[in-house]
């Protein structure tokens, strides 16, 4: 089976196919009485029975304005138990605490698509006794949905809560907009807990009280502003322009910048700046497409309102704008990390994906893309969607500057691989774009066609080198810290721990 660009495209067998359905709802003596909710959280934790070696999860809809994490975890922590594993979507700065956590050996698993700040810090430093699975966010819902890892406790920051259970995103002070990543954890995990400070009946239900064990109110889940984290704004940097119109006319000479075209892309500041220029494309040309998808920005929001896209599908929101347009926009829709980027989804949305334009910290000659670690060795990043997005899209574009602060993005070898190159389509820089070798009839049509800098990968690494001199290696302990996992599970690389400063 091939694509329009004429790559290769795994074909699952076991699509569709499910080795667990979601939890039957056991009826007990809460549910009878309709007693889900509880006025504390330090009790409710006491009652839950948590025990050594469980599975607890939580979800990162307010990125790092998110309590939740936090403040269960302190509770936890005062009943004595070790060996937990913390599934959490993805981990921020506001999320320190857990290191303490670590050294303790309260928490010696940690499951996550991406994590930054301290606890990568820690962690990358070997603080954690056990093993750090990094892995995509399509494979998250995946591996919760197959059994491959079960989730004791489901923690749900839920902005708007019921007091039988029905929750809402996009509803009330702590209003975050959708659940996506938190939806396969309500319906799979063997007990389920609402944490609210908002009780209202929502009038956008997306958990079902049926799936909801318990329902707890506290003065404060989060802070949205907190959901405004790393870079949401566009490039001003002349540079970084250039990039973004040399990406634009790299999408038209592909033939797939035509109407019914979908569109991803991420919160760089590159990035946005290639949404700029595709909106103002489109409007110029009058050009419609059919859908633009994932984390959404205000960019993404601006388009739909004009008419340039029918929907948007939305698994988290990057911006507070973004938050707003859900309950605006009809057509802004809300989806689940499985809708988004299961592999046992045939209909998944990154499949259906036209173009989606990435970053890469690193990228070699064999197109492989480290978003995980830094040079360094130090965890700074981890796959998010990146990899799903990479291996649905019909164009995978990464697009970087060549050099950055006397950094290459090229190296002979990615100090971690996130993404693996097959998926990956191009590479624009301002100093040239290299395309896959397995797209010579498209490398062949932009060369005849069109007055873009088409480059051999090898040559482009060539001019960083020129620039930059040889990097020296940086060298690690032999101790494993963490393991890249790709998006049906497979692992890619590991992360060792690094040497003491």
Not at 150 to 173: H, L, Q, R, W
Not at 262 to 282: H, P, R
Request: with cysteine.
């Amino acid at each position: 089976m091939k694509n329009s660009l004429n790559r290769e495209v795994p074909f699952n067998p076991y699509q569709g196919i499910r080795t667990l359905e979601p939890r039957t709802f056991e009826v007990t003596k809460n549910v009878i009485s309709g007693n889900k909710y509880r006025e504390s959280l330090a009790e409710l934790i006491k009652e839950l029975n948590i025990k050594d070696g469980d599975a607890l999860s939580f979800h990162h809809h307010l990125r790092n304005g998110d309590y939740v994490l936090n403040m269960v975890m302190e509770e936890v922590a005062k009943l004595g138990v070790k060996n937990l594993k913390v599934i959490a979507s993805s981990l921020f700065a506001i999320h320190k605490p857990l290191v303490e956590l670590f050294e303790s050996g309260i928490v010696t698993e940690v499951y996550a698509a991406y994590m930054t700040g301290p606890v990568a810090k820690a962690i990358s430093e070997g603080q954690l006794k056990g093993m750090c699975m990094l892995h995509s966010h399509g494979y998250r819902a995946t591996m919760i949905q197959t059994g491959e890892v079960t989730v004791d406790f489901a923690f749900i920051a839920s902005p708007a809560c019921s007091m039988s259970g029905n929750v809402s995103g996009s509803e009330g002070p702590s209003n975050c907009g959708v659940l996506g990543y938190a939806i396969a954890d309500a319906q799979y995990a063997k007990k389920v807990i609402a944490v609210t400070d908002y009780i209202v009946e929502p009038k956008d239900v997306e958990i079902k009280a049926e799936w909801v064990d318990y329902v707890v109110k506290v003065d404060k889940i989060g802070d949205p502003k907190g959901i405004v984290s790393g870079t949401t704004q566009i490039t001003r940097d002349p540079v970084g322009l250039k990039i973004a119109k040399m990406t634009l006319e790299l999408m038209k000479g592909s033939g797939l910048l035509k109407d019914g075209f979908s569109f991803q892309t991420g919160a760089g500041g590159i990035s946005l700046a290639v949404a700029k220029d595709v909106f103002e494309y489109c409007k110029k040309e009058q050009v419609k497409g059919s859908f633009a998808s994932g984390g959404t920005t205000s960019y993404l929001v601006n388009m739909l309102e004009a008419g340039i896209f029918e929907f948007i599908y939305d698994v988290q929101c990057f911006e507070l704008d973004a938050v707003a347009s859900i309950s605006r926009n009809k057509n802004h829709k809300k989806m689940s990390a499985a809708q988004y980027a299961d592999i046992y989804n045939p209909d998944n949305i990154v499949n259906r994906l036209d173009f989606v334009i990435l970053g890469a910290t690193e990228m070699d000659t064999d197109f492989n893309v480290n978003v995980t670690t830094g040079t360094d060795g130090v965890i700074m990043g981890g796959s998010g969607g990146h990899s799903d997005t990479a291996a649905g899209a019909k164009m995978a574009i990464i697009v970087s500057k060549l050099v950055s602060s006397r950094i290459s993005v090229l190296t002979d070898k990615v100090t971690t691989i996130t993404t693996t190159g097959e998926t990956v389509d191009a590479l624009v820089t301002d100093r040239g774009i290299a395309i896959h070798p397995r797209h010579q009839a498209l490398i062949d049509h932009l060369k005849a066609t069109t007055k873009l800098p088409i480059v051999d990968i090898h040559d482009l690494y060539q001019m960083a080198l020129k620039l930059t001199g040889i990097p020296e290696r940086v060298e690690h302990e032999q101790r494993v810290v963490a393991l890249s996992q790709y998006r049906d599970g497979t692992l890619l690389d590991c992360v060792y721990q690094i040497k003491p400063e």
